[in-house]
């Protein structure tokens, strides 16, 4: 696994070095879009290598410490509001109908729209907030908003704090397990990704999978 997993590793710190917070902004709008990459995988490792002293390098500075972390947030929210925002105009332009027929074609299958469709009628505007901070319905919130004509400005601004609060939650994240895993405190990195894991878990199972799964009249497990 490790051997499979370096390359990867090592490309990802080393197109950081190279174009820093922007790197961040355009994989956190695949993380948002039909794609399914993990925020997870890509907010905390560019926060570790950011708070170790090495930096990120925007718009010819050196960023490093605090700088880089609220840069690493704003590149979060601001990617992730791209790519929001794509499937939302996507989904507002071609329609239920077309999303339904093609969105298999996207990785999204029918029943994971009308799972999204659910909680958008359940949470209402609302709803746009919390997902940010949820797997699996985060980068299928957008259908739904897009399908209902939504007011777009209301969608961005509920996509970009929601994203914002997940990108710093990841940034903490990065920076707690990086200095663990520095001092070799594996016992710690381990507590911290179960306590994380559990957390969103929970959340995922209360908020989340109880509405995806529920069936054609609306009610939950």
Not at 38 to 54: D, K, M, Q, Y
Not at 187 to 196: D, E
Request: glycine letters at 10%; aromatic letters at 14%.
């Amino acid at each position: 696994m490790k051997q499979f997993l370096q390359p990867i590793i090592d490309w990802y710190f080393s197109i950081l070095k190279i174009w820093g917070p922007w790197a961040v902004a355009l994989l956190m709008a695949v993380e948002s879009s039909i794609v399914p990459l993990p925020s997870e995988v890509v907010i905390p490792p560019a926060a570790h290598l950011a708070w170790t002293g090495e930096g990120l390098k925007f718009c010819g500075l050196q960023l490093t410490g605090w700088s880089a972390q609220i840069a690493i947030v704003i590149a979060g929210a601001f990617g992730s509001w791209v790519g929001a925002a794509l499937m939302y105009w996507v989904s507002r332009v071609a329609g239920r109908p077309f999303v339904m027929r093609y969105g298999k074609y996207f990785f999204i299958s029918a029943e994971k729209i009308e799972g999204a469709e659910r909680w958008a009628s359940h949470y209402g505007a609302m709803g746009i907030f919390a997902a940010r901070l949820l797997p699996v319905v985060r980068h299928l919130i957008g259908i739904p908003a897009g399908i209902v004509r939504m007011n777009f400005w209301k969608y961005s601004l509920y996509t970009l704090i929601g994203s914002a609060i997940w990108s710093a939650v990841l940034c903490y994240l990065g920076v707690k397990v990086g200095a663990e895993i520095s001092k070799g405190a594996m016992h710690q990195v381990t507590f911290w990704l179960v306590g994380f894991l559990g957390v969103v878990g929970v959340l995922y199972y209360v908020f989340v999978h109880r509405h995806m799964k529920a069936g054609k009249n609306g009610k939950t497990d």
